[in-house]
């Protein structure tokens, strides 16, 4: 790797990538690209050592069985704690997101430990599931336009003094505490409950990640007309009457 490289780490492909969610490496990896940037991807299997000098780390969704082994090898490894410390850029997404937080209820109905790189904490929800479309409005500094997701999970996620809401909720449940918030960031480590991939849906979380992995405030354009006509769909399919 040379040292203008961009290195891009998709954390444990066999364990949290149930429903899609490498995609957004995918998506991630190919912005990059079209900026004529240098980018090294790397997949990291449950059963290797995470890097620790990587710029972007992704983490994906899961099963329960899955994300407890998940974050049980992660606080063993220690190698995302360190790369966090080191000022990496992480982005989560539902099981991924519990697990950076401090604590999640696990597939044996027991509490288990998180990384606590958000300040969240994950419990089980007692009513239905939340399932279906989420539009959300991202929290205005970082500038982006309304989200669009998909939403799968049991879990309601509240969250600490230190932790900041990703976005509120115009459709969907997001966090499920019913507060209207929806993932949650930490300085430069993000937690979500959007897949679809979500980067997929919404290209410019791609891009927020690369300028603050580059440190600049600003990406040479690219071609967005793939992602904006598939925005544009699934936000009108959201907003349709049931």
């Given at each position: 790797m040379?040292?203008?490289s961009?290195?891009?780490v ?5 364990l ?6 490498q995609?957004n490496a995918l998506?991630v990896?190919?912005?990059?690209r079209?900026?004529?940037l240098?980018?090294q991807?790397v ?15 992704l983490?994906?969704g899961g099963?329960?069985r899955?994300q407890?082994?998940a974050?049980?090898?992660l606080?063993r490894?220690g190698?995302l704690?360190?790369a966090?410390?080191n000022?990496a850029?992480i982005?989560s997404?539902?099981?991924?997101y519990q697990?950076?937080?401090?604590e999640?209820?696990n597939?044996?109905?027991?509490r288990q430990?998180?990384?606590?790189l958000i300040?969240v904490?994950?419990t089980?929800g007692?009513?239905?599931r939340?399932v ?6 991202i929290?205005?500094?970082?500038g982006l336009p309304?989200?669009?997701g998909?939403e799968?999970?049991?879990g309601?996620?509240h ?13 969907g449940?997001?966090?499920g505490?019913g507060?209207g ?8 480590v993000?937690?979500?409950?959007m897949h ?5 849906r919404?290209?410019?979380i791609a891009?927020l990640?690369?300028?603050l992995a580059?440190d600049v405030?600003?990406?040479?354009p ?8 598939l925005?544009?769909e699934?936000?009108a399919?959201?907003s349709?009457?049931?």
């Open positions: 040379s040292d203008s961009l290195r891009l998709w954390v444990y492909p066999d949290l990538s149930t429903y899609g969610d995609g998506v990896e190919r912005r990059a079209q900026r004529g240098d980018v991807r997949d990291v299997r449950s059963d290797q050592p995470i890097p620790t000098s990587g710029d972007i780390y983490i994906g099963e329960d899955p407890r082994l974050s049980e090898r606080l490894d190698g704690s360190r966090s410390s000022g850029i982005f997404v539902c099981a991924g697990i950076l937080g401090h999640f209820i597939d044996l109905g027991e430990p998180g990384l606590g300040d904490v994950s089980r007692e009513g239905e939340c279906g479309d989420v539009l959300a409005d929290d205005p500094r970082f309304q989200l669009t998909f799968n999970h049991q309601v996620t969250l600490g003094p230190t932790a900041r809401p990703f976005a509120r909720t115009v459709i449940r997001g966090n505490t507060d918030t929806e993932g949650a960031y930490n300085d430069t993000f937690g979500t409950y679809g991939p979500v980067m997929a919404n290209p410019q891009d990640l690369l300028k580059l405030n600003a990406l040479p690219t071609d967005d007309r793939w992602y904006e006509a925005r544009n699934r936000i399919s959201a349709q009457p049931a």
